[in-house]
């Protein structure tokens, strides 16, 4: 797997630090942002609801939500 990471990532011009679990940081950051539903977002990023909502839930658009509106 390291060659083929190697040549994308330089193929793609990213910088030596990036790394697939930096793509996989960013990409759920992004479903999260967007609103995307937990249970896809979860499923596409290879990780539970629980986990997502844990590590991630800071980045959705109805995160506390209901507490600014009392």
Known sequence: MRRP???AREFSELGEY????????TRATWMMQAGIDL??????????????????????PDFQKEAAEV
């Open 5 to 7: 990471w190697y040549t």
């Open 18 to 25: 990036v790394t697939p679990h930096i793509l996989r940081h």
């Open 39 to 60: 249970w896809k977002a979860a499923g596409a990023v290879g990780m539970s609801v629980k986990i997502l909502e844990e590590v991630y839930g800071t980045h959705h």
